[in-house]
């Protein structure tokens, strides 16, 4: 069956796609707003407040809540990220309105009860604790900051200890009233279920919510530079990006193509000659992470800190060789391997029902798959360098590390490598 679509009153939007061949479904209420949203005093709210979410309502307890979803054998959860907060559920057909319930529930009546908020508030303490404990994890936030420093969209998702402790109960309450409405809502749902009757139960528990759009996210400004935290570590975690594409971006996919080349799989040229060849590295991989209206590329290695020296100039060996070679295979693994995950995609509910709120809340519609598979099949070998070049050129690169850094360049000694960069 295709794709249903309607839209509330509220302006909420409901998409299902009915897979009438399984036992279970897949729902969730996807919020577009995130880290990226909050203002200075708020960093961390967001994620605090999924935390809370399912604290207590003003007719369930927080034990209620998961003994109710657990008793028909389903599952409920929620994720913060940089641009959108998902709350989610997964039960069996019979118990679809089960799962939306308890969904709208925690969305529409939660208390934020203050013992509950400070006994939260210390969990995230902790959590903000681990991943400073966590090299792989604190590279990234380093590497975020640096790239956009003295922005939201560049600050950690946890927040900091200062900031969490200070949460009241009245916070929380005014940043669901002003980010929670409908316009940034999109009900999704994926699997054996009905949609006029999905509809019919969101229109109870969100037709009412606020229709005005949620406050416009400050415009993204890259900046770039080095971030560097010496520690006595035996591996030394190590990230290289540059700007890369946003959403809207008609190089968007030919950017997620580059990453596969360069680092997307063992096949990968970074996995080959890095790993393979030389042993240099345990784990290296390219990513390239897009947002509304910005994105980074960029590259993760982790290696022992005797082989910082000779690990970069093979990453830049290897970012720039891009620029001037790609082969026909390598292009038809990565659009192979781009292809299979589009499709894997749509044999899962959880990953169907989260792909279309994401294409709802980025594209406005849901896009078909025959049409990305479409897109991706048209971009060329030449399309590839091009970006590569673009990219790698086009902006300060951004280097964080975390370990023994040794001799590793700046950001400025990277930049220098590929100033006036084109595709030949």
């Known amino acids: 069956m295709t794709v249903r679509l309607s839209t509330l009153a509220s302006g909420l939007t409901v998409v299902s796609h009915p897979m009438d061949h399984l036992e279970s479904a ?13 203002r200075d005093q708020e960093h961390g709210l967001s994620h605090l407040l999924e935390h809370m979410a399912f604290k207590g309502t003003k007719s369930r307890t927080a034990s209620e809540i998961v003994e109710e979803i657990e008793a028909v054998g389903g599952e409920v959860n929620a994720s913060t990220s940089v641009e959108t907060t998902s709350y989610y559920a997964r039960t069996l057909k019979a118990d679809v309105d089960l799962g939306l ?31 400073r404990d966590t090299p792989d994890d604190l590279v990234y936030d380093l590497f975020s900051e640096t790239a956009y420093p003295d922005q939201a969209i560049g600050r950690s998702i946890l927040g900091t200890a200062a900031t969490v402790s200070q949460v009241a109960p009245d916070m929380l309450d005014r940043y669901l009233q002003r980010q ?19 509809v019919a139960r969101a229109e109870q528990w969100f037709g009412d919510v606020p229709s005005q759009a949620a406050p416009d996210n400050a415009p993204a ?26 959403y809207a971006s ?71 060789r891009v620029t001037d070679e790609v082969s026909d295979e390598e292009l038809s693994r990565a659009k192979a391997q781009l292809r299979a995950g589009l499709l894997m995609t749509l044999e899962h509910p959880a990953s169907r029902a989260g792909q279309l709120a994401r294409q709802l809340q980025l594209f406005g519609r849901a896009i078909p798959t025959d049409e990305l598979l479409e897109r991706t099949g048209a971009i060329t070998s030449d399309d590839i360098r091009r970006v590569a070049a673009r990219i790698m050129s086009g902006s300060r690169p951004t280097i964080a590390a975390v370990g023994r850094i040794g001799d590793l360049p700046d950001s400025s000694a990277i930049g220098a490598r590929f100033q006036g960069l084109t595709a030949t």
Request: a negative charge; hydrophobic letters at 40%; charged letters at 25%.
């Open 101 to 131: 319930d308890i969904l709208g529930d925690i969305l529409r009546n939660a208390v934020f009860d203050p013992d509950e908020l400070e006994r939260e508030k210390h969990v995230i303490l902790q959590e903000i604790g681990a991943a």
């Open 250 to 320: 008609e190089d968007y996919y030919t950017a997620q193509l580059l990453a596969g080349i360069l680092g997307g799989g063992m096949s990968s040229r970074l996995f080959q000659e890095v790993r393979e060849k030389r042993g240099l590295c345990y784990s290296i991989y390219a990513f390239h992470w897009a947002f509304a209206d910005t994105g980074v590329f960029g590259v993760h290695a982790a290696t022992s800190p005797e082989d910082v020296k000779a690990l970069m100039p093979i990453i830049l060996d290897e970012l720039a």
């Open 221 to 246: 400004r890259y900046v770039g530079g080095e971030h560097f935290e010496h520690r006595d570590l035996m591996e030394t975690q190590i990230i290289l990006g540059f700007e890369g594409c946003s």
């Open 180 to 198: 929670y409405r409908g316009p940034s809502m999109v009900v999704s749902a994926a699997g054996s279920l009905d949609h006029d009757a999905l």
């Open 26 to 38: 897949a729902l969730g209420v996807w919020v577009g707003t995130g880290a990226r949203s909050e």
